[in-house]
Nanobody
Framework: QVHLVESGGGLVQAGGSLRLSCAAS????????MGWFRQAPGKEREFVAA????????YYADSVKGRFTISRDNAKNTVYLQMNSLKPEDTAVYYC?????????????????WGQGTQVTVSS
């Protein structure tokens, strides 16, 4: 089992940047593929980005491609989401998730563990 804790959310103006972190504890972090999802009020949770076990492969939702970068540091048991050129429509609670069996899936139900989320608010 792995325990995930997100941090780094906050309020930022449109065009600004934030870096989210997700710290993992428990079983070997490097054995999990990781993903970031987000959920805006009144909307379903949606996929943002995914990274494989080594960090050598990454996949992004079209809505964030070119603006967001997912990365991981297995020595620090942490996955990151660098968010640049933020837009008001990026406002949501952001969650990190761990998948023990596959990487790159966009389906939230296929992830095994979730963090509690961190709020990102982008003002216009």
């Amino acid at each position: 089992q792995v325990h995930l804790v997100e941090s780094g959310g906050g309020l930022v103006q449109a065009g600004g940047s934030l870096r989210l972190s997700c710290a993992a504890s428990g079983r070997a972090f490097s054995s999990y593929a990781m993903g970031w999802f987000r959920q805006a009020p009144g909307k379903e949770r949606e996929f943002v980005a995914a990274i494989n076990w080594s960090g050598g492969n990454r996949y992004y939702a079209d809505s964030v491609k070119g603006r967001f970068t997912i990365s991981r540091d297995n020595a620090k048991n942490t996955v990151y989401l660098q968010m640049n050129s933020l837009k008001p429509e990026d406002t949501a609670v952001y969650y990190c998730a761990a998948d023990a069996t596959r990487w790159g899936t966009t389906r939230s139900e296929e992830y095994d563990y979730w963090g509690q989320g961190t709020q990102v608010t982008v003002s216009s």
